[in-house]
């Protein structure tokens, strides 16, 4: 399995990003897929998820500003980043998991057993 990340820039604050992960060699019909991030010197943190029920999950610090949405036939998620603040600023990973995103807690990062290599977002003031 294999997770790549695209999407990732450096933009001004306010601005928008829309980053891209698509899954291959991952064909389970169950899963929880989507995203998390770590700032420097800061723990991971879950930013939104999605199963295939299709419903998002959010992280409180993004809810009203992402979208977390999904394409089941290309098995990518996307996440539309609006309103982008510098607390924003980290490497953003993709992770999926082989059960659904409502077993256990979502943004436990133990519980994903794939990921990407990230991709950087940097927003400045």
């Known amino acids: 399995v294999q997770l790549q990340e695209s999407g990732g820039a450096s933009v001004q604050s306010g601005g928008s990003l829309r980053l891209s992960c698509a899954a291959s060699?991952?064909?389970?019909?169950?899963?929880?897929m989507g995203w998390f991030r770590q700032a420097p010197g800061k723990d991971s943190e879950g930013v939104a998820v999605?199963?295939?029920?299709?419903?998002?999950i959010y992280g409180d610090a993004v809810k009203g500003r992402f979208t977390l949405s999904q394409d089941k036939d290309k098995r990518t998620v996307y996440l539309q980043m609006n309103n982008l603040e510098p607390a924003d600023t980290a490497m953003y990973y993709c992770?999926?998991?082989?059960?659904?995103?409502?077993?256990?807690?979502?943004?436990?990062?133990?519980?994903?057993?794939?990921w990407g290599k990230g991709t950087q977002v940097t927003v400045s003031s």
């Open positions: 999605v199963d295939h029920d299709g419903i998002p």
């Open positions: 060699g991952f064909t389970s019909s169950t899963y929880c």
């Open positions: 992770a999926a998991r082989t059960y659904d995103c409502w077993s256990g807690v979502w943004w436990y990062r133990h519980d994903y057993r794939y």
